[in-house]
């Protein structure tokens, strides 16, 4: 299916996200503890003394909280000085094409969510960072991580972190459900929601609010049964027999099951993690920003009897990748140092650091060997964070389109109309596909 999909979708989020990086005439190696001396390194050749980066990030972020928290030992090494400017991330997206017009140079790095890589890349927003990342770097990192920061094969983004989507499902209702692994396959995935609907407690939750972010949930269905939004040629193949098996399974789980809590129609992911934790649903797909706050008893009620899998497969095992990383502007005054800021920033023993800190899956190979060799995570930190990394090998972009606003957007009243069957599978697929083709083409 990779080579039929050109690759449309996003994750908002907001996952969490993931982005860019850039250029100037500094590379090397960030692998390892090459990494996290790259600073120190540069600042022998370079002198950066009393340069100020400034850098619009999402405020919120508990990603960036730990780079604010950390930045001290990259300033103390390069003597540059780093400015945050926090903006909600309802308002980055227009802050920061505001700024990419204007050319002011006013912000020199982008904390960028992936769905914003292509638009960006296409406009001549940010810098291309192909020749800047070592070889050596880019086989450390996920293939999925820099597909999901490239724009017609050319790297936009060095991400902090890379996520897809994985499945939370209570260990103790599948041992009284006598259901002894968990499900590889869609069928597998029904039948187990179906037993584990009892007592109140309800097997699953399909997003369907008229919403950014359960779209991207949509995407990983159609994957998994087969199906595309865009082929390689940049055909729309939204209304395709493929998506329609997708809609179909989603439907029949809701309404001939019955094993979909209600409500679903007008949820998105906060009203998923707050009905697992409160212990009515039994299984739930959701971002792995989710594992901290489950296993945390002062907010879940299940903190001791959850784990973590890999979706299930459909006719494929493939979900969506979405990134957040740092991405140099095209009009910045201060390339080099903004380089020497992503060299830190996404080095091998950086990123495991984070990883650790907010118990995220981590992009690098490298950095997982850290996270498993650290002594203050528990069995169940490593085993969970190993989980939500493997996932990323099934995982792929979904958002080179330049248009996916629109293309997300059409798409979120698709996934509400037929859901809430105001419109059938048929009707609804394609009158989304001949919105997006008047819209993109």
């Known amino acids: 299916m990779r080579k039929k999909i050109l690759k449309v979708m996003m994750c908002a989020i907001t996952t969490m996200t993931l982005l860019a990086g850039c250029g100037s005439s500094n590379t090397g190696s960030t692998t390892g503890s090459a990494g996290d001396t790259a600073a120190e390194d540069t600042a022998e050749t370079a002198d950066f003394a009393g340069t100020k980066l400034v850098i619009g990030v999402e405020s919120g972020s508990t990603n960036i909280e730990f780079f604010k928290n950390n930045v001290s030992e990259f300033e103390s090494a390069t003597g540059i000085t780093v400015e945050w400017v926090e903006i909600p991330h309802d308002n980055m997206h227009e802050r920061f094409v505001q700024e990419a017009i204007s050319q002011s140079g006013a912000i020199d790095i982008y904390d960028t969510d992936q769905p914003w890589i292509s638009e960006f890349a296409s406009k001549g927003y940010l810098e291309p960072l192909g020749d800047k990342l070592s070889e050596e770097d880019k086989s450390d990192f996920y293939e999925a991580a820099l597909d999901a920061s490239s724009y017609n094969g050319e790297l936009y983004s060095v991400p902090f972190f890379v996520h897809t989507p994985v499945v939370f499902y209570r260990t103790d209702l599948f041992e009284a459900a006598g259901i002894t692994e968990f499900p590889k396959t869609w069928e597998e995935y029904e039948e187990a929601a179906k037993k584990l609907t009892k007592d109140g407690v309800y097997g699953t939750i399909i997003e369907a609010k008229q919403a ?19 082929d390689a040629d940049n055909n729309v193949t939204v209304n395709s027999p493929e998506n329609a098996k997708a809609f179909n399974f989603m439907l029949k789980m809701m309404y001939e099951d019955e094993s979909v809590m209600p409500g679903s129609i007008g949820y998105d992911n906060a009203d998923v993690h707050n009905m697992f934790m409160q212990g009515k649903v039994a299984m739930v797909k959701n971002w792995p920003y989710m594992f901290a706050m489950a296993k945390d008893p002062e907010q879940s009620k299940v903190s001791d009897k959850f784990a973590v899998a890999v979706q299930p497969a459909g006719e494929e095992q493939s979900t969506a990748a979405w990134t957040w990383g740092f991405g140099i502007s095209s009009s910045s005054k201060n390339k080099d140092a903004a380089w020497e800021f992503i060299k830190w920033a996404t080095s091998s023993e950086k990123l495991a650091q984070l990883g650790i800190a907010n118990s995220n899956p981590v992009p690098r190979t490298s950095s997982l060997e850290i996270v498993n060799n650290d002594s203050t995570l528990t069995e169940f930190d490593k085993e969970s964070i190993q989980v939500m990394s493997d ?21 979120s009243y698709t996934l509400s109309g037929i859901m809430t069957k105001q419109v059938s599978v048929e009707d609804g697929l394609a009158q989304a596909e001949k919105a997006i083709k008047e819209a993109i083409q």
């Open 212 to 230: 950014g972010e359960p779209v991207t949930h949509l995407v990983d269905w159609f994957y998994q049964a087969g199906g595309s939004i865009i």
């Open 391 to 411: 996932a990323l090998q099934y995982a792929h972009n979904a958002t080179e389109n330049p248009n996916f606003p629109t293309i997300q957007n059409e798409l």
